[in-house]
């Protein structure tokens, strides 16, 4: 398929999510500086695991600055309940220096007026934090069109041939980037979330209960 019969097919298919769960409402109270180190919390674990990660560290420390001076094997043990906690309390500290080293203070709220390409550059200049993590941020936090492609997404993406079978996160990032729905990019990735979440699993999908099943490259290879 061309560009823009990809266009045309995601379009359809976004249709069907959306008469399927709804349109996800966007939350008001997203910070980027909270919502970034979430999402770093969110990386290689689950939902629940990563919740429970940051309430433990917002509980324990009230402020950035507390994070930023905490000792990083106590952080480390705080956020422990959402794995990688060596790795993650690192990046966590590397991120809040960097604010204070380079901006004097512990806000991220400048990212939002920034160009999305240079905005998306900087992020991912930083260690620890991919295409996805920066995408969050932005669609999340700033309301910016990008589309972020998680595990659930990069699958589906895949099933239903919107994306090459063996493409990576980064291509998968591209190339969906140029093909959702304009206006659509948030819905779209919520709903693709929730439809990875219940029916097209990774193990055994519900592909009986799919509506998307005319679309899918996939479904015989679960249905015998």
Request: net charge neutral; charged share 25%.
């Amino acid at each position: 398929m061309d560009k823009k019969e990809l266009m045309a097919k995601l379009k359809e298919i976004n249709d069907i999510l959306e008469d399927v769960f709804g349109i996800p409402e966007r939350s008001q109270d997203e910070e980027p500086l909270g919502t970034l180190i979430h999402t770093i919390l969110s990386q290689n674990t689950n939902d629940t695991n990563s919740e429970r990660a940051f309430n433990n560290l917002i509980e324990k420390y009230p402020t950035w600055e507390d994070v930023l001076s905490a000792d990083v094997k106590e952080l480390a043990e705080t956020i422990r309940i959402g794995g990688l906690a060596g790795q993650k309390s690192v990046r966590i500290k590397q991120v809040l220096k960097w604010l204070k080293d380079n901006y004097g203070k512990l806000n991220l709220d400048f990212i939002c007026d920034m160009d999305t390409t240079d905005a998306i550059q900087l992020l991912t200049s930083l260690k620890g934090i991919g295409l996805k993590t920066a995408n969050v941020l932005l669609c999340f936090a700033c309301g910016k069109e990008t589309f972020p492609v998680d595990t659930h997404i990069l699958r589906i993406s895949k099933r239903l041939a919107l994306v090459p079978e063996k493409a990576s996160s980064e291509m998968a990032h591209e190339i969906m980037g140029q093909i959702y729905p304009k206006g659509k990019a948030y819905s779209l990735h919520v709903n693709m979330i929730n439809f990875g979440r219940t029916i097209c699993h990774a193990r055994k999908p519900k592909c009986r209960e799919c509506p998307l099943i005319n679309y899918c490259i996939a479904w015989q290879e679960f249905m015998q």
